[in-house]
């Protein structure tokens, strides 16, 4: 079943613009993930934050993460049109099944 | 370096035609391995994962299966297809854990169309 949730669904920014996608998730978790996928290709593995973790920076992406909540950010600071792409949330819930459970999904288009 | 092979690349079935698409994996060992499915603009539907050889675990009742005949390859198959059988299909690995799940690295997919 679906856990994570994205929002907006799609969002549309001009390069240059930071652009934010939101997660929500249900039940608790030990890690969260953002992944990123090309049109028509696999998913490409962005960046993990454990359920300790409230905050973490890599290049030019920002995610944090409220356990309190149940809900994560993703950040992408300074968009360029390589950026376009769909982006996903997947969520690791406690229990140990060794799968992730991922959002449906969110489409960002940056516009040159 | 690790390396996830999926083929074919596209697939273009008629409706009770048998399935068998591959997975390989290169550069690692005892990988958990998953089969996902993508409907057109949709999330990611977990099919089928394993924890090592001969052990599958089925997700969702369907008009499929999958095998793990070796460590590193992973095989889903139907013996006949439905139209709803349609979509993207991935595969992917990611190493064992056994407190938490890792990160997960996915093949290029199949584009499986049934006509």
């Known amino acids: 079943s679906q856990q994570g949730e994205e929002d907006p669904q799609a969002l549309s920014i001009q390069e240059g613009e930071n652009a934010t996608m939101n997660c929500s998730y249900k039940?608790?978790?030990?890690?969260l993930q953002w992944y990123r996928q090309n049109s028509g290709r696999g998913l490409v593995h962005l960046i993990l934050?454990?359920?300790?973790?409230r905050e973490k920076h890599s290049g030019r992406l920002r995610v944090t993460l409220d356990t309190s909540k149940k809900s994560s950010s993703l950040l992408i600071t300074a968009s360029r049109a390589a950026d376009t792409a769909s982006y996903f949330c997947a969520t690791d819930p406690q229990g140990g099944s060794e799968k992730l459970v991922f959002g449906k999904g969110m489409k960002l288009t940056v516009n040159p | 370096s690790q390396t996830i092979h999926q083929w074919p690349a596209t697939l273009v079935q008629p409706v009770g035609s048998p399935l068998s698409l591959e997975c390989t994996v290169e550069g690692t060992s005892n990988p958990n391995l998953y089969w996902y499915r993508q409907a057109a603009g949709r999330g990611l539907q977990l099919l089928f994962y394993s924890v090592g050889i001969g052990q599958i675990s089925s997700e969702v009742p369907q008009n499929l299966s999958a095998s793990r005949p070796q460590d590193r390859q992973f095989i889903l198959s139907s013996k006949k297809l439905l139209l709803s059988d349609s979509g993207f299909y991935l595969c992917?690995?990611?190493?064992?854990?056994?407190?938490?799940?890792?990160?997960?690295?996915f093949g290029p997919g199949t584009r499986l169309t049934v006509t």
């Open positions: 934050i454990r359920s300790n973790e």
């Open positions: 992917a690995w990611s190493v064992r854990g056994i407190l938490y799940s890792y990160e997960q690295y």
């Open positions: 039940t608790s978790i030990n890690n």
